[in-house]
């Protein structure tokens, strides 16, 4: 049992909650991520390890309510408890000095992106971060990503926030304005993260993306979370979650994030409805 010590909302239907997990805290690095389970009966889903505290042991997950779990999740508060949490897991990020690294989040991709930018900068990179969301109401994190990066850029569907647009029409500038750039990393949703690979790749700038598939055990025996890199299958939780994203099959990520849009929709649907769920006690 994990105990969650503490809770925000962050932005609309986006929260963050601190969970008491004294071992994963001290292991835990940049890019690696969980896997939890609410209760017996709940399903198994992973979430990106947003930071990490070691001295209180406390790790802090971000997550956006789309489904059953994250909306069951949502009603949690402080002093309640999560049944199963499982990690670290994954690989971490490579940290090292790179140069000019531009770190791109979208969306609650922005929460997985602070602690490799954080990472990133420690090791003496100049960070150019972008960062972006539907509207104000949806970005995260803002003041955070500015505290670790030179320079942060803002975009916002709607022009409420920032520059009007997407987080690639300001990659695009900066690309277009020649500055040196050794490596960008970004994290979002799959249609961002597969524009920001065809952006980069013409100009051959190393892009590295981190890709959330469905997960089951997280060990990599179940083979759930295959992912099409190159020439190679990989399973995103023992052989990533990062990977270059100039190497991604894209037409095969998205499939596979469409799997099981109709079963979700059910269990909304129970869920809603008042079945056995707990987002609605």
């Given at each position: 049992m994990f105990k969650i010590t503490k809770k925000k909302i962050l932005a609309?239907?986006?929260?963050?909650?601190?969970v008491l997990a004294p071992e994963i805290a001290t292991?835990?690095?940049a890019g690696q991520f969980v896997i939890l389970r609410i209760d017996e009966n709940g399903e198994r889903i992973p979430l990106t390890l947003a930071d990490f505290n070691r001295q209180e042991g406390t790790i802090t997950l971000i997550y956006q309510e789309v489904g059953r779990t994250t909306a069951?999740?949502?009603?949690l508060e402080p002093g309640d408890y999560i049944l199963d949490l499982v990690g670290p897991l994954g690989k971490p990020s490579e940290i090292e000095k790179y140069g000019t690294v531009i770190c791109v989040g979208g969306g609650v991709g922005v929460a997985p992106i602070y602690p490799i930018t954080r990472a990133l900068s420690g090791a003496d990179n100049h960070i150019i971060s972008i960062i972006g969301a539907r509207s104000n109401k949806h970005l995260i994190l803002a003041e955070e990503m500015e505290t670790v990066s030179e320079k942060l850029y803002i975009a916002t569907d709607d022009g409420t926030e920032g520059q009007k647009g997407f987080v690639t029409d300001i990659l695009k500038q900066l690309i277009d304005s020649k500055m040196q750039i050794d490596l960008v990393v970004a994290i979002g949703p799959l249609v961002m993260m597969k524009a920001v690979s065809q952006l980069t790749r013409p100009y051959n700038i190393k892009t590295i993306v981190s890709l959330n598939p469905i997960m089951v055990d997280g060990t990599g025996m179940c083979g759930a979370c295959r992912v099409a890199v190159g020439q190679e299958t990989k399973f995103a939780c023992v052989d990533g979650p990062e990977f270059d994203g100039h190497q991604v099959n894209w037409s095969v990520a998205e499939i596979r994030a469409r799997m099981f849009a109709e079963e979700e929709q059910l269990a909304m649907k129970g869920c809603n409805s008042g079945g056995d769920c707990h987002c609605q006690k």
């Open positions: 609309q239907s986006i929260k963050l909650i601190e292991k835990g690095q069951e999740l949502g009603r």
